[in-house]
């Protein structure tokens, strides 16, 4: 909130609120209510800079005026979002697929969030202005995007045979997988939740 009352660049919030898929999720969810152009958003930077200042005000004293301490489980469930976030941002770096990693970032965040918010995906993200890849990545697993989370998944639970046969398929090394998901486990332990 300090940074917006002292006019920071709106590229330091994006990454204060990349390390959050709840304010994430909520920050694309306010866009929803403010944006009557139908403009679909592939990315948080795209959200944010939808917002002008005074917008971004008010939706960050909202979130603070009904922010509660999250519980251990949700802190889980926000550290996973965030680890298969820079899984999926580092596997858009390595796979020879097309795929842009400040999307993939914003699926793996969101990936989460069905479990969050206690609602299913088919609930939650057909609302949101989000771009179609990634509304067919989230919901079905579908094209390229939706390959990439398939293999966030399988490295997850550690499931050599599905992690062999979706490297293949997004064009990676399985051995780039492996590491890729240990460095983005650590980063994920390693922020401030």
């Known amino acids: 909130m300090n940074r917006v009352t002292e006019?920071?660049?709106?590229?330091?919030?994006?990454s204060l609120i990349k390390s959050d898929a709840r304010l994430?999720?909520?920050?694309?969810?306010h866009i929803n209510t403010l944006n009557k152009n139908d403009i679909s958003i592939n990315s948080l930077n795209e959200a944010i800079q939808l917002l002008n200042h005074d917008d971004l005000y008010r939706w960050l004293t909202l979130l603070l005026q009904t922010s509660v301490d999250p519980s251990p489980h949700t802190?889980?469930?926000?550290?996973r979002g965030l680890s298969r976030a820079f899984f999926l941002d580092i596997m858009a770096n390595?796979?020879?697929?097309?795929a842009d990693p400040q999307t993939m970032y914003l699926?793996?965040?969101?990936?989460v969030?069905?479990?969050?918010?206690?609602?299913?995906?088919?609930?939650?993200?057909?609302?949101?202005?989000?771009?179609?890849?990634?509304k067919q990545a989230i919901l079905e697993h579908k094209g390229i995007y939706g390959l990439l989370l398939s293999l966030a998944l399988a490295a997850e639970a550690g499931e050599q045979a599905r992690i062999d046969d979706y490297?293949?398929?997004?064009?990676?090394?399985?051995?780039e997988v492996s590491l890729a998901m240990i460095n983005?486990?650590?980063?994920?332990?390693?922020?401030?939740l």
Request: glycine fraction near 2%; charge should be positive; aromatic fraction near 2%.
């Open 75 to 79: 802190l889980t469930l926000l550290k």
């Open 7 to 14: 006019n920071h660049a709106k590229t330091e919030l994006v």
């Open 107 to 111: 699926i793996g965040l969101l990936s």
């Open 94 to 98: 390595k796979s020879l697929l097309q």
């Open 24 to 29: 994430s999720y909520q920050l694309i969810s």
């Open 184 to 192: 983005a486990l650590v980063m994920a332990e390693s922020t401030n």
């Open 167 to 175: 490297a293949a398929r997004c064009l990676v090394n399985p051995v």
């Open 113 to 134: 969030m069905d479990r969050l918010n206690g609602n299913s995906f088919a609930k939650i993200i057909p609302s949101l202005k989000l771009n179609p890849e990634i």
